[in-house]
């Protein structure tokens, strides 16, 4: 058995397609069938052909990514897909092999068959693997720090725990045991990286009510006035927040924080809506550390202009966004410092 990494789009587009079709879909969506390419030779020609204008490094590393979805991944695999959509990774099992599917989007797709087996929020996992995960590569093979048996035991509800001096060091390095010898474009996602660690800290630092307050002071810089309710009964209202100097202008908001590691169910969710008329509320903003349910998620959508969900990942980003306007003594719990990196372009599709 093999462990495989198998994105779903730069930006996750293919996901929802790919949890609901149960399969693990890719891009190159100008690459014809693949059925008939026998051999790498045949593969590599194909993409020549299709690609006539990319460099030949470029159609080396599609070439390795593209040859394990049409020839090494086997039935029983497992894959692993970090979703973009929200802060989960779904670890499936392949059922079959490689399909062409037409039938599944607007342009065809090149498909491995998976059964979807779970989803966990990105927090489940140790560093290493979460490491691992953020290859920049659609496709690889994923296999450091004996990886397939804790993803197996983390399906199973158990964990198998590394040394700590294994645990500790995060050496950078992504496995690319399933890409050629010239191919050095399996680049880490330096930046999801620097967003695990920044949610590991606010898990860490900012627990129980003191997320409240981590929420409350990226709504002040964004030009709301805030009022937290005490630790406690709260009548399901973390926070109100309004605009102008006093807080007493539009646009008015209330929020709801939980902090717990398992997912927000709609019945918060319709709580909290129920509410704002109570408190003469324009909008609501319900916060779930751990993320939310389909059920809630699709509620909230409906009540786009309503509603708004943050889960860790937007914590995060709206953290980093407003980094600078934050109070000192939260700065000081979550010392940030931006810089620029050079990352590899055409690594996907």
């Known amino acids: 058995m093999t462990v495989w990494l198998i994105r779903a789009g730069k930006n996750g587009e293919r996901e929802e397609l790919a949890l609901k079709s149960n399969v693990a879909a890719v891009g190159w969506e100008e690459m014809p069938d693949l059925t008939p390419c026998t051999t790498r030779e045949a593969l590599r020609d194909l993409l020549n052909a299709t690609y006539p204008d990319y460099k030949p490094k470029t159609i080396s590393n599609w070439e ?52 979807w087996l779970a989803e966990f929020p990105r927090s489940a996992f140790d560093k290493d693997l979460l490491f691992s995960f953020g290859a920049f590569m659609t496709v690889c093979r994923i296999e450091r720090n004996n990886a397939e048996a804790r993803i197996l035991a983390k399906l199973k509800g158990k964990a198998i725990k590394l040394p700590q001096s294994q645990e500790d060091k995060i050496t950078g390095e992504i496995d690319t045991s399933s890409v050629d010898a010239t191919d050095q ?35 002040e810089t964004q030009g709301y006035r805030t ?10 209202v973390d926070i109100t927040a309004g605009s102008g100097p006093l807080g007493f202008d539009a ?8 902090s717990q590691d398992s997912k927000v169910d709609v ?38 202009f309503k509603v708004r969900l943050w889960e860790a990942a937007d914590i995060v980003r709206a953290a980093q966004e407003n980094y600078s306007g934050l109070p000192e003594a939260i700065r000081a719990e979550m010392p940030l410092k931006q ?8 690594s996907e599709v």
């Open 267 to 304: 019945k918060v969710l319709r709580e909290l809506k129920g509410t704002m008329t109570k408190y003469h509320a324009d909008h609501a903003l319900l916060v779930g550390w751990g993320g939310f349910t389909g059920a809630a998620v699709a509620e909230a959508t409906a009540d786009y």
């Open 185 to 219: 474009t399996a680049f880490p996602d330096l930046e999801q990286h620097s967003a695990d660690l920044i949610r590991e800290r606010i898990a860490q630092r900012f627990k129980g009510h003191e997320l409240t307050n981590l929420v409350s002071a990226i709504l």
């Open 227 to 236: 009022r937290v309710s005490p630790p406690g009964a709260d009548g399901g």
């Open 64 to 115: 390795s990514q593209l040859w394990p979805i049409r020839d090494t991944i086997k039935k029983d695999d497992l894959v692993v897909l970090p979703l973009k959509t929200r802060s989960d990774v779904a670890i499936g099992k392949v059922t079959g092999t490689y399909q062409y599917r037409t039938g599944l989007a607007s342009k065809a797709l090149h498909t491995v068959p998976v059964k």
């Open 251 to 258: 646009p008015r908001l209330i929020a709801q924080v939980k």
């Open 339 to 346: 810089v620029w990196v050079l990352v590899p372009g055409e």
